[in-house]
């Protein structure tokens, strides 16, 4: 540190007797000069630090750490003693309203490309490939808690185990392993849109129906490798809670992703509606309520040992995207009897650089081929099983389309066949009726006449379709 240096950064005079006294306009221009700003937000004020193009939030005991190593630095212990007996007065909300204001940063990724940040490279992914990207010819001012601890660099074409397991997943169907892949990559894509949002959906392809669990399938590694890439922030999904007095208190304004892990039976996406449409309402302890747009909201992904319920219809339809996860992983047979480590936690460099490309590859499919929706496999059965029972399921199967039914003969063959189902009555069993036309894209007709009651199952035309 030269002598000119050090008068110019100088926040402090000393008068002729010896005696330090702070300046604070310098002491604030002294900050300002390491990069320290402030900007506002609907939370309030909030000081940041700006080094080149990356930013981080700066609490005032690292202003104070940023003081005191300078001081130490000049050998400037007088005036490091001033300073501590005084820090509450130099450091302080009032004081601090001085700093220059900035705007946040809101580091979303455009529509047609992804960013990822490593420790020593910056990475664009686009529908062209991907490219690594110098930190100072990044054009964008990023959050320090972006960058991920790991270094990356592009490798000799080598398979990541993680894409053998995402086959797996898939049923080691090519169609769905692609449909997997652009999941993926629209999860990894810190873009919203109205007209793309939808909740992601895990569910087994093979459901039990026991009143047990069943999991061990992989649903929750999809989501923990999205966590590895992006800003996760899981809620335990026994637990939700729709009018909790600090309802998703976690989240930031950095947060990329909602996990909603193993919801339970009687969980609706009704519950999401407005979060996937109008954005999330943060509620934090001892904070005032804020709000986080549509276009800058969290996507959400949910996973579930059961079908996830909704009102039905096309808008429930819009909001969601469902992936059936094949059987092939279970209780008795797990990712480590196939890969021989555990994922993330044995993986040595060369596999996370393998991994970090495979996700990153599932950005540039999406990119590419979009949000890719699966063709159902169980979906409809299990969905209509877990809203009625295994035994009505059955039942439909010999049921005819297109024609005049009576509806107590129906009703009465029904428990002819299945005496255990006694006790249902015929209001719920034309419940059912109505869950099987919805699920079956099916129209539900009933009429009474002269004391009969009928009914009809219409198929639908084509033309009356909804888009």
Not at 44 to 71: F, M
Not at 253 to 261: G, L, N
Not at 272 to 283: A, D, K, N, P, R
Not at 292 to 313: C, F, H, L, Q, R
Request: charged share 30%.
């Amino acid at each position: 540190m030269t002598k000119k240096e050090t008068k110019r950064n100088a926040f402090w005079e000393t008068d002729v007797n010896g005696h330090v006294k702070i300046n604070q306009h310098k002491l604030i221009e002294f900050f300002e000069d390491g990069g320290f700003r402030k900007t506002v937000t609907k939370k309030g004020k909030c000081i940041i630090r700006v080094t080149e193009n990356i930013v981080s939030d700066a609490p005032d005991h690292e202003l104070v750490d940023y003081v005191k190593k300078y001081l130490q630095s000049i050998n400037e212990i007088d005036v490091l003693e001033v300073f501590s007996r005084g820090v509450s007065g130099y450091i302080n909300n009032g004081k601090l309203s001085l700093l220059k204001t900035v705007d946040i940063p809101i580091d979303r990724d455009l529509k047609d490309e992804s960013w990822y940040y490593f420790k020593n490279t910056a990475v664009k992914v686009t529908i062209n490939g991907i490219q690594l990207v110098k930190y100072e010819d990044v054009p964008h001012k990023i959050w320090s808690n972006r960058i991920l601890e790991r270094d990356f660099k592009m490798s000799d074409e080598s398979k990541s185990d993680f894409e053998s397991f995402l086959y797996n997943l898939a049923g080691q169907n090519d169609d769905r392993f692609k449909a997997l892949k652009t999941i993926i990559g629209y999860l990894l894509h810190r873009y919203n849109h109205k007209s793309i949002t939808k909740a992601i959906i895990f569910l087994d392809e093979n459901m039990c129906f026991d009143g047990q669990a069943h999991g061990g399938t992989g649903k929750t590694l999809i989501t923990e490798a999205i966590g590895k890439m992006r800003e996760l922030v899981g809620v335990d999904g026994k637990n939700i809670k729709a009018k909790s007095w600090f309802k998703n208190q976690r989240i930031t304004k950095t947060t990329d992703v909602i996990r909603y892990d193993d919801v339970q039976r009687d969980f609706s996406l009704e519950t999401l509606y407005s979060m996937i449409t109008s954005g999330v309402s943060v509620e934090k302890k001892y904070q005032d309520e804020f709000h986080i747009s549509p276009e800058d909201a969290p996507k959400i992904v949910i996973s579930s040992n059961y079908p996830v319920k909704g009102t039905g219809g096309s808008t429930d339809k819009r909001r969601r995207c469902e992936f059936e996860v094949a059987n092939h992983y279970h209780e008795n047979h797990q990712p480590i009897d196939d890969f021989g480590v555990h994922f993330f936690d044995d993986w040595n460099s060369e596999q996370w650089n393998d991994f970090d490309e495979l996700m990153m590859s599932c950005a540039k499919l999406y990119l590419q081929h979009g949000l890719i929706i699966p063709t159902p496999i169980n979906l409809v059965k299990n969905k209509l099983v877990s809203n009625t029972c295994v035994e009505f399921v059955d039942f439909t199967n010999g049921l005819e389309l297109d024609t005049w039914l009576d509806k107590r003969d129906c009703f009465k063959d029904f428990i002819t066949m299945y005496p255990m189902h006694n006790e249902i009555t015929s209001h719920q069993f034309t419940k059912w009726q109505k869950e099987f036309a919805s699920q079956n894209n099916l129209e539900y007709q009933d009429k009474s006449s002269g004391g009969g009651y009928t009914f009809i199952l219409k198929t639908i035309k084509k033309d009356e379709d909804e888009s």
